[in-house]
C-alpha cells in the first residue's frame, strides 16, 4: 500500500492536461499527442538523400557501399589445413636471450632448482618459451608427438646455453618425450618418464595445439575431434597428471595453459570456430581449475597469444600474403608479435613473482581484443 503523503507526491508531479482556446469552441481540455513524427516526411527519411541513414538499419544492405562489415566477416574461401608432420617448419631457438646478465631483477622471477614441463615444446610457441624458462634457471622437460625432433631441440637449447653462459659449470638438464597429449594412457607414460628422469615435476606449460581454417559447415568431423582432443583434452589430462603429482607431493606449483586471444574474440576473416570454442574452452578451464586447486597450493593461470610470427605462421602468410595486412590492420599496436613477446610473460606466472595470481587469463595480443 502506498501512503498518502506519496500518492499525493505523485500527484502533483504528474503531467497535467494542457487547456486548449479555439475560436468558436468552448475551452476544453485536450491532450498533445504523444509524437508527431509520424506526420514528417522529407528528405531525411530518405536514405539515398542521408549517408549516414543509408549507414543504419533502416537502409538495405549495401546502401552506403561495398565496405558495409567487410573487416568483420569471415570468409568461406580462406581455408588452410595444419600440414602433415613431415612438411612442418623447424622453430630455431633464440639467441642472445639466456646469457647472465648483471642487471637488477627481483629474485622471485627465478626458477632456480624447479623442473618444467612443456607439451608441444618441440616447435613454434612452446619451444620459444621453453627456451626461456631454461635462461630462468630451470630444468626442462619436452614434451611433444615427434620425439626426434624435441631431442634435436633439447641439444640446442643446451648448446646455445653453454655458449650464451662460457664458464658456467652446472648445466640445466634437459630431456625430451614422446607422448600423444590426446590419449591418457599416452600421457601417463609420459608423466612416467619425466619424473624418472627428473625426480620431480614444479611447472607445466600445456602448449600443444593446432588450428584449421575452414567454414564451419563443412569442416570434417574427424578433424574437428582431432582438434578437440589436442587443444582441449590434452590441456585437461597433461594439467589433472601434473595436480595429482604435486598433491601427493604435498609440493606447490603454476600450471599455465596455452589458450588465445580466439578464446575470447572471433578471428576474421579466416573461418575457425572449433578451435575459437576449443580455446575459450581452455581459458574457463584454468579459471575453473584455479578455484579447485587453490586449497592444495596449485596455481593455474591461461596466456592468451594473438598474432604471433612463428615458423608455422610465416608458412601460411607465405601462402596467404593478403591475410597479413588485414591482420595487422586490425591490431592496435600494428603489428604481429613474435614467440619471444611470450618469455616474459610464461616467467612470470610461473615463477613467485606471480604467487597471488592464479585464474588470471594474459593476453599478449598487442590490443587486439580491446576493439
Same mark, same amino acid.
Given at each position: 500500500?502506498? !501512503?498518502?503523503?506519496?500518492?499525493?507526491?505523485?500527484?502533483?508531479?504528474?503531467?497535467?492536461?494542457?487547456?486548449?482556446?479555439?475560436?468558436?469552441?468552448?475551452?476544453?481540455?485536450?491532450?498533445?499527442?504523444?509524437?508527431?513524427?509520424?506526420?514528417? #516526411?522529407?528528405?531525411?527519411?530518405?536514405?539515398?538523400?542521408?549517408? #549516414?541513414?543509408?549507414?543504419?538499419?533502416?537502409?538495405?544492405?549495401?546502401?552506403?557501399? *561495398?565496405?558495409?562489415?567487410?573487416?568483420?566477416?569471415?570468409?568461406?574461401?580462406?581455408?588452410?589445413?595444419?600440414?602433415?608432420?613431415?612438411?612442418?617448419?623447424?622453430?630455431?631457438?633464440?639467441?642472445?636471450?639466456?646469457?647472465?646478465?648483471?642487471?637488477?631483477?627481483?629474485?622471485?622471477?627465478?626458477?632456480?632448482?624447479?623442473?618444467?614441463? +612443456?607439451?608441444?615444446?618441440?616447435?613454434?610457441?612452446?619451444? +620459444?618459451?621453453?627456451?626461456?624458462?631454461?635462461?630462468?634457471?630451470?630444468?626442462?622437460?619436452?614434451?611433444?608427438?615427434?620425439?626426434?625432433?624435441? *631431442?634435436?631441440?633439447?641439444?640446442?637449447?643446451?648448446?646455445?646455453?653453454?655458449?650464451?653462459?662460457?664458464?658456467?659449470?652446472?648445466?640445466? !638438464?634437459?630431456?625430451?618425450?614422446?607422448?600423444?597429449?590426446?590419449?591418457?594412457?599416452?600421457?601417463?607414460?609420459?608423466?612416467?618418464?619425466?619424473?624418472?628422469?627428473?625426480?620431480?615435476?614444479? #611447472?607445466?606449460?600445456?602448449?600443444?595445439?593446432?588450428?584449421?581454417?575452414?567454414?564451419?559447415?563443412? @569442416?570434417?568431423?574427424?578433424?574437428?575431434?582431432?582438434?578437440?582432443?589436442?587443444?582441449?583434452?590434452?590441456? @585437461?589430462?597433461?594439467?589433472?597428471?601434473?595436480?595429482?603429482?604435486?598433491? *601427493?607431493?604435498?609440493?606447490?606449483?603454476?600450471? +599455465?595453459?596455452? =589458450?588465445?586471444?580466439?578464446?575470447?574474440?572471433?578471428?576474421?576473416?579466416?573461418?575457425?570456430?572449433? @578451435?575459437?570454442?576449443?580455446?575459450?574452452?581452455?581459458?574457463?578451464?584454468?579459471?575453473?581449475?584455479?578455484?579447485?586447486?587453490?586449497?592444495?597450493?596449485?596455481?593455474? #593461470?591461461?596466456?592468451?597469444?594473438?598474432?604471433?610470427?612463428?615458423?608455422?605462421?610465416?608458412?601460411?602468410?607465405?601462402?596467404?600474403?593478403?591475410?597479413?595486412?588485414?591482420?595487422?590492420?586490425?591490431?592496435?599496436?600494428?603489428?604481429?608479435?613474435?614467440?619471444?613477446?611470450?618469455?616474459?610473460?610464461?616467467?612470470?606466472?610461473?615463477?613467485?613473482? !606471480?604467487? @597471488?595470481?592464479?585464474?588470471?587469463?594474459?593476453?599478449?595480443?598487442? =590490443?587486439?581484443?580491446?576493439?
Amino acid at each position: 500500500m502506498f !501512503s498518502r503523503t506519496v500518492t499525493r507526491t505523485a500527484l502533483r508531479r504528474a503531467p497535467r492536461p494542457v487547456a486548449l482556446a479555439a475560436r468558436g469552441r468552448p475551452t476544453g481540455l485536450f491532450l498533445r499527442p504523444l509524437s508527431d513524427t509520424a506526420a514528417r #516526411n522529407n528528405k531525411q527519411d530518405d536514405p539515398t538523400n542521408d549517408p #549516414n541513414l543509408a549507414a543504419t538499419n533502416k537502409a538495405p544492405d549495401g546502401a552506403s557501399g *561495398e565496405h558495409e562489415g567487410q573487416f568483420a566477416r569471415t570468409d568461406e574461401s580462406v581455408q588452410i589445413e595444419y600440414p602433415p608432420d613431415s612438411e612442418m617448419p623447424s622453430q630455431p631457438v633464440v639467441q642472445g636471450r639466456g646469457g647472465m646478465h648483471f642487471k637488477r631483477t627481483l629474485a622471485s622471477f627465478s626458477l632456480e632448482n624447479k623442473v618444467s614441463m +612443456v607439451t608441444g615444446g618441440a616447435r613454434g610457441l612452446g619451444l +620459444v618459451m621453453a627456451q626461456g624458462l631454461v635462461a630462468s634457471g630451470s630444468h626442462l622437460a619436452i614434451v611433444d608427438l615427434n620425439k626426434a625432433e624435441a *631431442e634435436e631441440q633439447a641439444e640446442k637449447i643446451i648448446e646455445q646455453f653453454r655458449k650464451e653462459n662460457p664458464g658456467l659449470e652446472q648445466m640445466p !638438464s634437459v630431456t625430451a618425450h614422446y607422448a600423444d597429449v590426446s590419449n591418457p594412457d599416452s600421457v601417463s607414460t609420459a608423466l612416467s618418464e619425466v619424473l624418472a628422469k627428473h625426480r620431480q615435476i614444479d #611447472n607445466l606449460v600445456t602448449s600443444a595445439g593446432f588450428t584449421e581454417n575452414f567454414d564451419a559447415i563443412n @569442416y570434417p568431423f574427424d578433424r574437428m575431434q582431432k582438434l578437440w582432443g589436442v587443444n582441449v583434452d590434452g590441456t @585437461y589430462l597433461f594439467a589433472t597428471g601434473v595436480a595429482k603429482h604435486l598433491m *601427493e607431493r604435498k609440493a606447490p606449483g603454476s600450471i +599455465v595453459m596455452i =589458450g588465445s586471444m580466439s578464446g575470447s574474440i572471433v578471428n576474421v576473416p579466416q573461418p575457425q570456430a572449433p @578451435y575459437n570454442a576449443a580455446k575459450a574452452a581452455v581459458r574457463h578451464l584454468a579459471a575453473s581449475l584455479a578455484v579447485e586447486w587453490a586449497v592444495h597450493g596449485i596455481r593455474v #593461470n591461461c596466456i592468451s597469444p594473438g598474432y604471433m610470427l612463428t615458423a608455422l605462421t610465416r608458412k601460411i602468410l607465405d601462402e596467404n600474403p593478403q591475410l597479413r595486412e588485414q591482420w595487422t590492420s586490425l591490431i592496435p599496436v600494428g603489428k604481429m608479435g613474435t614467440p619471444e613477446d611470450l618469455m616474459g610473460a610464461v616467467t612470470f606466472l610461473l615463477s613467485d613473482a !606471480s604467487k @597471488y595470481v592464479t585464474g588470471a587469463d594474459l593476453r599478449v595480443d598487442g =590490443g587486439y581484443t580491446l576493439t
